[in-house]
């Protein structure tokens, strides 16, 4: 499991929070002051750097110090009815230290204050301890000590339990000799929103700067860098300042935002043994609507005094371009329909690589923390658990300001040593239409918030998983640590799924192979339970993963719940390098399968996999080779994204064929004759091939409607047609009309032909080429349904070819 969840302190009700009043402690106070580089000083100044230097010394120190310093935290074991929680010194030092005493080590044998037991029963359990271990021991030991402090000189009520509840889940952690995990009341893991600010800002960047030249686009990707390293060192006022200055505000929203901002952001600067997450990269806009204003007041003020001491290239881009670079994005940070705040925002990959810029504009990582880099979904954190972030996109920019980036990207180099091809679309066009297709006020038609019907399979659960209604998570069992809690519940949870649906599957080779540390699973979560999931073994040394078991729950199939989830394992996999799926498939499950890409063709050597995976009787070897540059739960929007700008450039294309050109004047001048290129609208001219009719539409409605008649009649008496005589029931296809929108049937047909609907038959092959498509799109291609709609398409077409509807 990962070593930070998602949820706030347990006695902080609902949630709680600090602010930097007068009396806040040294870690947590501190001004926001505008450096040149446009970083800020982090939180707490000094004291990080402090404790720094004292856990130095102390890991550098004799180990018997070191028993010493951890005996003070450690349980007596002398006895089991000895009740000490921690030695005590019997000659402890002056306080303050003085420096003219000479630290003297204590023996293991000296004596307890409190149960008179020698210090070796305190540090027994520490006898055969690795000398790392004991060092990260040592590390929250003095994180203790800091919190301590932290909670006597703290001021603001609801800031002070934070520290409390912090320095008591470290205390534990050291008598457990485990890792700290916050848990409480506030259930979600970081990221708390999607998209995060990161995102926001760089779909920012893209959307109204995209069209720069590179020099002044390289000025506003300065100018976000600094601005999301505001944010990660900006700190939040306590809820109790918030209240007095905005008393129309939703405190209890964001209480628990400054709470999570605590837990997760700030006190992990100044005592690393927490694991620390980047303020920009785990919230969203809902924080950043909460401060954007009063931030930008302050940053903007503080420009302006300190000016002089700002170098001069500095200067002119803090007071010139930030201040306006702040207004726009006022603008769409408050704006109910902004399109950065859209997950589908999408900000044309090829694009990018061809400018030499990259996805997101981020501030240099902090090293030695967990944080979600975007080079896929951050499916797992640990072998324990872990969560999976929406947002995806491609690592972050340099770290340096002003210096010049190197196009480090393999397939960035690829992109720029590909040569141009004639006929190539200029990407100023692609540029043009890109922001035509993304502006909602350019776009004309109907409102597209539902989902169409032919939308991607994937496309409602995608939608669900942004709103938060599902999650993904890979989850396992671990030997080397001790299980979250609710780790095991999903693990049950995905013990009894594969079980229902498995029938045939053994439940104790189920349950075996679930709890094995040796398989992961990635589940899915809804309302809080495992509805789904996907079972594997990773072969990292052989290039493949098998997948064991895969299963959604029967009352929430047929939602695309299936495609999403096989999406976020390949992603998984491409961040983890391996590159190959394998599976053994009943005959049940070679549909699914075949529709996320696997095929009967392996395509990597036997040698790699015999003797690594067990054969399954009656079962299909089957596999999939991913593709590491194809970002899969986002595959469908990209490609509906594609054909919208396809059908744009169409649309520009045939405007230009449609011009009409004046005639030539040059042969009035004495010219004998011109090439032919040279002819205006020539060279853009394409013949069309709708001048080879490939519709023969009969004239007369009475023979079209007998004809028509004649066929229907035909397909009907076929012995392939007994499906799709009448519409499909409820009861005998749940969900069926949840997937297909416009349902067909023979029946239906009869009807539309009787009432004389059919004017063309273009018409009529539309709805006689629906039933066959809603029939291969509801069932699986092995099933009896799918083979009668293919026999039946067959022959629909022998008859439309005899009558001499279309060319044979």
Known sequence: MSEAGGAGPGGCGAGAGAGPGPGRCPAARGAAALAAAGTAEGPGGGGSARIAVKKAQLRSAPRAKKLEKLGVYSACKAEESCKCNGWKNPNPSPTPPRADLQQIIVSLTESCRSCS????????????????????????????????TCVHKEEDADTKQVYFYLFKLLRKSILQRGKPVVEGSLEKKPPFEKPSIEQGVNNFVQYKFSHLPA?????????????????NYWHLEAPSQRRLRSPNDDISGYKENYTRWLCYCNVPQFCDSLPRYETTQVFGRTLLRSVFTVMRRQLLEQ???????????????????????????????????????????????????????????????????????STSSSLEQSNAGSSSPACKASSGLE?????????????????????????????ELINEVMSTITDPAAMLGPETNFLSAHSARDEAARLEERRGVIEFHVVGNSLNQKP????????????????????????????????????????????????????????????????????????????????????HLKEYHIKHDILNFLTYADEYAIGYFKKQGFSKEIKIPK????????????????????????PYTEFSVIIKKQKEIIKKLIERKQAQIRKVYP????????????????????????????????????????????????????????????????PVKRTEAPGYYEVIRFPMDLKTMSERLKNRYYVSKKLFMADLQRVFTNCKEY????????????????????????AGLIDK
């Open 215 to 231: 020099k002044e686009r390289q000025t506003i990707v300065e100018l976000a860098k600094m601005f999301l390293n505001r944010i």
């Open 117 to 148: 037991h020698a210090l070796a029963a305190h540090v027994s359990h520490l006898e055969n301890v690795s000398e790392e271990e004991m060092n990260r021991l040592l590390g929250i030991v003095l994180d203790v000590e800091y919190l301590f």
């Open 663 to 726: 005639g030539l004047s040059c042969f009035k001048d004495g010219v004998r004759q011109i090439p032919i290129e040279s002819i205006p609208g020539i060279s853009t001219y394409r013949p069309s091939f709708k001048s080879e009719i490939f519709y023969k539409e009969p004239r007369d409605p009475d023979q079209l409607y007998s004809t028509l008649k004649s066929i229907l009649q035909q397909v009907k008496s076929h012995q392939s047609a007994w499906p799709f005589m009448e």
């Open 607 to 630: 040698t790699k996999y015999v003797g690594y995976i067990k054969d399954y009787e009656g079962a299909t070897l089957m596999g999939c080779e991913l593709n590491p540059r194809i």
């Open 399 to 427: 770290a340096n300001p002003g210096e010049k980036r190197k196009m480090t990207d393999s397939h960035v180099l690829e992109e720029a040593k590909r040569p141009r091809v004639m006929g190539d679309i200029p990407m």
């Open 484 to 567: 979250n809690k609710k780790i095991l519940m999903w693990l049950v949870g995905l013990q009894n799924v594969f079980s229902h649906q498995l029938p045939r599957m053994p439940k104790e080779y189920i349950t075996r192979l679930v709890f094995d540390p040796k398989h992961k699973t990635l589940a899915l979560i809804k309302d809080g339970r495992v509805i789904g999931g996907i079972c594997f073994r990773m072969f990292p040394s052989q290039g493949f993963t098998e997948i064991v078991f895969c299963a959604v729950t029967s009352n929430e199939q047929v939602k695309g719940y299936g495609t999403h989830l096989m999406n």
């Open 779 to 802: 069932n699986p291609p092995e099933s009896e349904y799918y083979k009668c709609a293919n026999i039946l398409e067959k022959f629909f077409f022998s008859k439309i070819k005899e």
């Open 303 to 373: 420009a302006r005094q300190e000016k002089d001491k700002l170098p001069l290239e500095k200067r002119t881009l803090i007071l010139t371009h930030f201040p306006k670079f702040l207004s726009m994005l006022e603008e769409e940070v408050y704006s109910q329909n902004s399109p950065i705040w859209d997950q589908d925002f999408l900000s044309a990959s090829s694009r990018t690589s061809q400018l030499g810029i990259q996805t997101v504009i981020s501030p240099p990582p902090v090293a030695g923390t967990i944080s979600y880099n």
